[in-house]
């Protein structure tokens, strides 16, 4: 349930199966707040595991012929070539430092103060006042009081999550965001007002300039996005919700038969724009994740492969990247990709171990994800849900999960797994809610 609930707070249910939908793209994008004031909730000390922190500074984004790398440049590419002209010069930031405040990461961006976003079993806080981001719109306001009006924006982002093939605690993000100005008749107010709710007002909506913002917006993602991908792939809008924009979609793309939600995206909201200084001017932005995009191309099955340090996956993307890494800030090249198929090196067996406990009251499923990939390490590929039960008399609730272990590069041994698993019952109940059966 927990795990479903998960899936139902990070992205609305528009297409296809639940799991679909939410595997694929994680975004900010649902309604349902629970007044509760997560603030209260944050540990003095932060909730980020060691493990998490060693992550930082990585930047796989930024290594040369890195998947993610290859993507980014891809997608820079377009917009450098294609998007860019005499009027609008596309910046690139892609330095940005992990570890920003809350009023980055939330505040500014518009998030209520009881967004689901904001708790720490979804985000990784270093104290109350500082997170890791959970996106790169994080940047946004900064970049824009900064005076920049049309920029990408590339970095790591953490958010807590359930653990599969597709999720992982770290990923990449890419934002992009271009400011227009409309000629005005000498009328230079700025068009934030707070007796409008923007995310409603039909009269907003249908404004002229929103309207051509929109479709600016549209045409510039489906060519950036058919320029990575394709020239004949199938795109289509969806309606989505967004604190920071208004209107918000969320872009599918038909991809062997199934609809898959690959990016946000919206016209950025007036109160943004009025805080940035700019109230009489209007912006769209839009956020992708990297790795579902760098998996569809690549035929990349499992998204731990991004952090392995295994020359066999490397390999495979060497001298894909024809430019020289030291010739930075050049015009980039387009890189061709089309034969580019990730051969896994050998599939290892898995094997599965069940673990079954009471929850209490504070236990999330987040946190039992995340201890176990704390606890365990990368060799867990999965943990699912295989029971859920509560006593109608003692009105208890039973969890077991299932936990499957492979590595990507040997075999495991039974004694090795049985170790990694009694190690884990050792340890969860003094750190989480719960009690073993
Ligand atoms: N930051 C959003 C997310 O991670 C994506 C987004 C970016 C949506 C910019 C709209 C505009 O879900």
Known sequence: MNHLINCLKSTKITSGSIKSTCILFRSYSS????????NTLIPENGNIPKS????IGKNLHSSHNHPLNIIKKKIQYHFQSKLSNDQVDFQFFDDFHP??????????????????????NDTYYFNKNQVLRTHTSAHQNDILRDGNRA?????DVYRRDEIDAVH???????EGLRV???PSDGDKKSHFDPSINFYENQEYKNNKEVKIVEEDLKRSLESMIRGVIGQDLQVRWVDAYFPFTSPSWEMEIL???KWLEVLGCGVVHPEIMHNTGLGHDRAWAFGIGLERLAMILFDIPDIRLFWTEDSRFHDQFKGVDKSNPSEKGKKLQDIDIKNIKFQPYSKYPSCFKDISFWIGDDFHSNKFFEFVRECCGDLVENVELVDNFTNPKTNKTSQCYRIHYRSMERNLTNEEIDQIQFNLRDKIESSLDLKLR
Do not use: C, W
């Open 52 to 55: 998490l922190l060693d992550k």
């Open 151 to 155: 920029f990408l924006v590339t970095g």
């Open 168 to 174: 992982y605690p770290a990923f990449h993000q890419m």
């Open 31 to 38: 309604t349902t707040t629970p007044t509760i004031d997560y």
């Open 255 to 257: 991809f062997n038969g």
């Open 180 to 182: 227009f100005s409309f």
């Open 99 to 120: 570890r920003v405040s809350v009023k980055s990461n939330f505040d500014e961006l518009l998030f209520p103060k009881d967004h689901v976003g904001r708790s720490p």
